[in-house]
């Protein structure tokens, strides 16, 4: 099965829920920033969410950026996406390791921490762009983000997410995100939570070959669930280019570009967010410094 997200109803749509299966691109984001295991299980948990609420946007020109900066050992860690969805990011530490946890598992809280912030910007076309804070509760993520909802989008939400890593990289990755709708019932939230417990880990049932509708229905204890959306095929994919790295280079200005050329003679940029690197030669340099001589002249 490959990635999906699947938007569903469930209870003749009084609970909404979203269930993506993230894999190949959680794969995809070890492979480019060599992620160790613990850092592969902890950034997929991030990936997963981002594109989980990345696709409740309505337009494609939105785009949410969501940053975890907690006390762990890992560091900063930030995701942006659009509502293709489209994701990429990069983590502070991507060779972060801590022992087991007391379950035996990676031990994501202690990468993370339990103190520090989520940040979540979410631009959608407004004047100004949506910006939610929330303090860390646990360091797992899922727990976090659950917070987070409540406290900044004062929506209550169920969240589970999880990144399986085996001696061969990614082997499952995948979450969801439950929310009631207004005319929710005590009793189908009630049905909810029994059944979210009797499910298990996200990662478990995707090992288990169980695909999104399979799984929705078991999250929900909804046998009649209504598929409302289902061909989003989530991304791990940057939008760099030489262009976009040349706009940053004349930010620097006219003095520090020729301070680079007379020293370097030349310059290369690395992207941050898919390690991909861009030389520019002393000529190149030269083009973009007389760019901003233009510019300012034409001022």
């Known amino acids: 099965m490959t990635d999906k997200i699947i938007r569903f109803l469930a209870y003749d749509g009084r609970i909404s829920i979203v269930c993506g299966k ?5 794969e995809k984001a070890r492979n480019i920033h060599d992620l160790s295991p613990l850092a592969t299980a902890t950034f997929g948990r991030l990936l997963t969410i981002t594109t989980i609420m990345a696709q409740e946007m309505k337009n494609s020109s939105d785009v949410i950026t969501v940053q975890i900066k907690g006390n762990g050992k890992i560091g900063t860690m930030l995701a942006t996406a659009n509502n293709y969805p489209k994701v990429k990011g990069f983590v502070s530490n991507p060779h972060v390791d801590l ?7 990676l031990d994501v809280g202690g ?9 979540v910007i979410k631009d959608i076309g407004l004047k100004e762009p949506y910006i939610g804070i929330s303090p860390l509760t646990s360091g797992e993520i899922a727990d976090d983000f659950t917070n987070y909802f409540v406290n900044s989008e004062q929506r209550q939400s169920a969240v589970a997410l999880g990144v399986l890593v085996d001696k061969n990289g990614v082997r499952q990755a995948g979450g969801y995100l439950i929310n009631p709708m207004p005319d929710a019932t ?10 979210i417990f009797k499910a298990g880990a996200i990662s478990k049932m995707l090992d288990d070959n169980l ?20 061909n989003i095929i989530p991304l791990y994919e940057c939008d760099c280019s030489k262009e976009h790295m040349a706009d940053g280079l004349a930010t620097l200005g006219k003095k520090e570009l020729e301070d680079i050329i007379e020293n370097e003679g030349k310059a290369e940029l690395v992207c941050h967010f898919c390690n991909k690197k861009y030389g520019f030669s002393k000529e190149e340099l030269e083009n973009i410094k007389n760019s901003i001589n ?6």
Request: proline letters at 2%; charged letters at 35%; aromatic letters at 4%.
């Open 22 to 26: 993230t894999t190949e691109l959680v």
């Open 294 to 299: 233009e510019t300012k002249e034409d001022l």
């Open 99 to 105: 022992p087991l946890n007391e379950f035996g598992k």
């Open 186 to 195: 005590e009793e189908d939230i009630s049905k909810v939570e029994q059944a």
């Open 211 to 230: 695909n999104l509708v399979d799984i929705a229905k078991k999250v929900t204890g909804d046998e009649n669930i209504k598929i409302l959306e289902e």
């Open 111 to 119: 990468a993370v921490g339990n103190q520090g912030y989520i940040n």
